[in-house]
């Protein structure tokens, strides 16, 4: 089996593990990170009305007018962490459960939950 898919159905199935322990309300959503190659991208979902209230990338216009061409990845996450922090208190959102989506919590995912929790939202 090729060692990427291996890589892929491995992620998968962390995911649906953290997914059967945690999800987030009204009051309290989830806030979903997602990582590519190259972006980063987080949401703030709510999962009983199946809705995403707030969500934010590397390519948002926000931070695409702020960042130089050769930001690295990490430095792009945190950025994106910011910016979601600072959407979720506009619209009165404090507490959320973080969902690493099966990733590692290390390097991107790391650096973009340390800069959430910075700009002033509890996990």
């Not at 979902?45 to 695409?64: C, P």
């Not at 969902?99 to 790391?110: E, Q, S």
Request: aromatic share 4%; charged share 35%; hydrophobic share 35%.
């Amino acid at each position: 089996m090729n060692n990427s898919k291996v890589k892929i159905e491995s992620r998968q199935r962390r995911r649906k593990q953290i997914r059967k322990k945690i999800s987030g309300t009204t009051e309290r959503p989830r806030l979903a990170v997602f990582r590519s190659l190259n972006h980063i991208y987080a949401q703030l979902i709510d999962d009983s009305t199946g809705k995403t209230i707030i969500m934010v990338s590397d390519l948002s216009k926000e931070l695409k007018t702020g960042m130089k061409k050769g930001t690295s990845k990490i430095d792009k996450s945190k950025l994106v962490g910011k910016l979601i922090a600072e959407k979720a208190i506009e619209n009165k959102i404090e507490t959320v459960v973080f969902d690493r989506g099966g990733y590692r919590y290390h390097g991107r995912v790391k650096s973009l939950a340390d800069s959430a929790r910075e700009a002033g939202l509890k996990f």
